[in-house]
């Protein structure tokens, strides 16, 4: 009961402090234009964006030996912090498990989910959420040893397979070797450090888990070369940020800060040259950079929001290169539709 | 004939006494009555020798000779542990307690206040070793408790004296262990001891809500209740509102180390001789006065064992918390594996991570075996 009492206490005095910290800036920012977000209006009182994340996946949120939150959901997470605050601090993030994620959000613990969630139907409609794109095209792969010779998921005919149970890893590994009639043994393990040594050891003739996984894991081997991903995704992940249902004026600007990012890359604006964009005589970027088209204040922010983010943060490939690169995962499909012929498209920004 | 014994030097009154031959008492004497008595004991204990030689020899050359203490960081953070990997498991590398054991034992609070956590688990120790200490043992440990508890939440909230506020869920590590440990068992153990006295009460309405609770929190795993807690009880509760979510897994460990202690209690109560009831109501003392100063002396004094066993489970149990994505210890070690450069070295983040849950363990135990053997005093002859 004390401690009950106690802590009420203490948390009213650190609220009224941040609140009094923090209220100066909120209350300066420019009022949202057509409508008000209930989501924003409490992050705006509150002075911070609480956001979603995992507890710990390698290049898309996990803390450093100091305790800062890095990664590529990070980042968005971020992003949208500076978007509303001008400051890539004003953000609070929750650890949330596979378990726990979907009410943290229901309930409001969280404004918005940064954490490689797959978008499917049944989230989107009947647990009353709002993807709001996709910022990482993922799927599930298979990885064998070089030493196999096998260059086709289609010849593990007979395999051992190493997956993890629980989420829809083993349930497409099924659903897939019934399609391609396909036999194989399944080694479960639930570990990933114990299921990553099953299969280095020879236990499993392969390991497969989302290709993302699968890159991370060879990256870090003493010779990557040794392992082969093969070509064959079974299954389709897209992973992105969302939010809950009915504040669609909070779910446009998480949407627009994603296509904002990809709107930078394709204009070739980067951390090191935003400085210079106000020169830049192309339209585009002249709204980008909410010198013209207001487009800002439509979305209830700042109309240099983007200018903030991707001075801080960098654009899309940036954030990707910083954060996903290093552990091996490649663009892929991750890549410009408009240079590369990757799958990442941004609607005109105007 | 006499005079035979009569001649016989007698035996000298100063000369020095001798001890028993080395083969009949003495370290060389025990090996050779416990280790070395026949030759299927002989070639056991040569068999087992050597055996626990190698262990010793192949822990000491990994965990000492062959190990690696630190590794370079390049610039972007990333740790270069080609060394390490290069051991091939031959040698520890505790390279990654030395650049995560911060991140171990305070989670993700924010780096240059470290100290404050730090403080936090000094102070946590300094109340256990006053709490054990047999001259405080009357009310002075109340107000030097609720005034460490006092400054422990001023320490790691913040917001007061300075201190810059530190929201909750920033919180982790080795605090987090022992916040949830104390508060648990600090408010189960008497609301378990109110408990096992109801469940043996009189009054069914008090009985029947006491065996309920027990019955109820006991046939359930700590798991489904911390996920109650953590995701069904949310969304009982109105748009808005929230209850911080370590609390809401406190009061899920107190609820549960109340139902398990409840029948520890409860067996003491029950161990103790009908003749002290039937004394302390001849004496004309009230029910809270032969509960206070007759029975639960008695009673609480035989269950220290299995007291102390349950506070130790609960000490353990208290990692179960990763599952609704808080850092505890555990968690946090767990978390600072993930880094690819450093996946593969789980078992030296296991091992520093055990040696401290086992700090705790085995302090809590010797401490309950002194107890135990002080207390108890009287029934030795």
Known sequence: MTQTSRSTFLRAIGAALIAGAVSAPALAQQPAAGGSSPTVDAIRARGTLICGVNTGLAGFAQPDSQGVWRGFDVDYCRAVAIALFNDPDKVRFVPTTAQNRFTALQSGEVDMLSRNTTWTLSRDTSLGFDFTGINFYDGQGFMVKASLGVRSARELNGATICVQPGTTTEQNLTDWARASRIQFQPVVIERLEEVVNAYLSGRCDAYTTDVSGLAATRAVQARPADHVILPEVISKEPLGPLVRHGDQRFADLVRWVHFGLITAEELAITSQNIGQAANDARPDVQRLIGRSGDLGRMLGVDNAFMVNIVSRLGNYGQIFERNLVPIGIQRGPNALWTTAGGLQYAPPFR | ?381
Not at chain 2, 14 to 21: D, E, F, M, T, V
Not at chain 2, 51 to 64: E, H, K, Q, S, Y
């Open chain 2, 1 to 381: 004939m006499s005079d035979i014994t009569a001649n016989s030097p007698p035996v000298a009154a100063g000369s020095p006494p001798r001890s028993a031959p080395i083969t009949a008492v003495g370290p060389i004497a025990w090996l050779r009555t416990n280790l070395f008595s026949g030759w299927l004991s002989t070639a056991v204990t040569l068999v087992l020798g050597y055996l626990v030689i190698r262990a010793v020899m192949g822990f000491v050359d990994w965990a000492f000779i062959n190990a690696i203490w630190s590794v370079p960081v390049a610039p972007n953070g990333q740790a270069q542990t080609q060394a390490c990997r290069e051991l091939q498991g031959s040698g520890a590398c505790w390279a990654v307690v030395t650049e995560k054991h911060r991140f171990m034992l305070f989670g993700t609070y924010p780096y240059e206040q470290h100290w404050r956590p730090a403080l936090v688990c000094i102070l946590f120790v300094a109340l256990y070793i006053v709490s054990a200490l047999k001259r405080f043992w009357n009310w002075t440990l109340v107000p030097i408790w609720i005034g460490t508890l006092t400054a422990i939440g001023v320490l790691m909230w913040g917001g007061l004296f300075g201190l810059p506020y530190v929201p909750q869920e920033r919180w982790g590590g080795l605090p987090i262990t022992l916040i949830l440990a104390t508060f648990g068992l600090a408010f189960a153990f008497p609301l378990s001891i109110l408990v096992a006295l109801g469940r043996r009460s009189s009054l069914p309405a008090i009985k029947v809500l006491c065996i309920l609770y027990v019955e109820l929190i006991r046939g359930v795993p700590l798991i489904s209740l911390l996920f109650m807690a953590s995701v069904m009880f949310p969304l009982f509760l109105p748009e808005g509102m929230n209850i911080d979510k370590l609390l809401r897994a406190q009061i899920a460990i107190i609820l549960f180390a109340g139902a398990y202690l409840a029948e520890v209690v409860r067996a003491g109560l029950q161990a103790l001789p009908k003749g002290q009831y039937e004394a302390a109501d001849a004496m004309g003392l009230s029910y809270w006065q032969k509960t206070g100063l007759i029975i639960l002396p008695q009673a609480l004094r035989t269950v220290i064992p299995p007291l102390v066993n349950t506070f130790i489970g609960f000490f353990k149990d208290t990692s179960l918390v990763l599952i609704i994505g808080i850092f505890d210890l555990l968690t946090a070690g767990k978390t600072a594996i993930v880094e690819p450069s450093w996946q593969g070295f789980g078992i030296e983040v296991y091992v520093f991570v055990g040696s401290i849950y086992l700090v705790f363990c085995f302090a809590m135990s010797k401490y309950s075996a002194g107890l135990e053997s002080d207390l108890n005093r009287h029934r030795r002859r």
